[in-house]
């Protein structure tokens, strides 16, 4: 069984929201730097944002800034990201990450050992 199993992908219209969900088992999300990635065929896979361990810092690729919000649900061990005001750019597989108490976090994908299975969103009209 996967640590991290995202959720909440789907088709939507440019201009439209969608909020993914990263539900974490065997681990504890508290205790790791969680990341968001995506990636579409063909290119590399693209950090989106980071939350860290203690939910202190965040960060967020300059591509989403002002458009995407990371949280965590503690009680529901679950790491979401908000995505509003959608584009064509922003189709992918997303995928979430996550690494034992990395200090802060990061948008690399070499800093993560735990990943996800991935959520397709696709932005059409």
């Known amino acids: 069984q996967l640590p991290l199993v995202e959720s909440g992908g789907g088709l939507v219209q440019p201009g439209g929201s969608l909020r993914l969900s990263c539900a974490a088992s065997?681990?504890?999300?508290?205790?790791?730097?969680i990341g968001w990635f995506r990636q579409v065929p063909g290119k590399e896979r693209e950090g989106v944002s980071c939350?860290?361990?203690?939910?202190?810092?965040?960060y967020y690729a300059d591509s989403v800034k002002g458009r995407f919000t990371i949280s965590r649900d503690n009680a529901k061990n679950t790491v979401y990201l908000q995505m509003n005001s959608l584009n064509v750019e922003d189709v992918a597989v997303y995928y979430c990450?996550?690494?034992?108490?990395?200090?802060?976090?990061?948008?690399?994908?070499?800093?993560?050992?735990?990943w996800g299975q991935g959520t397709q969103v696709t932005v059409s009209s």
């Open positions: 990450a996550a690494r034992y108490r990395l200090s802060g976090c990061g948008l690399m994908e070499s800093q993560y050992n735990y």
């Open positions: 065997g681990l504890t999300v508290d205790r790791y730097a």
């Open positions: 939350i860290s361990s203690s939910g202190g810092s965040t």
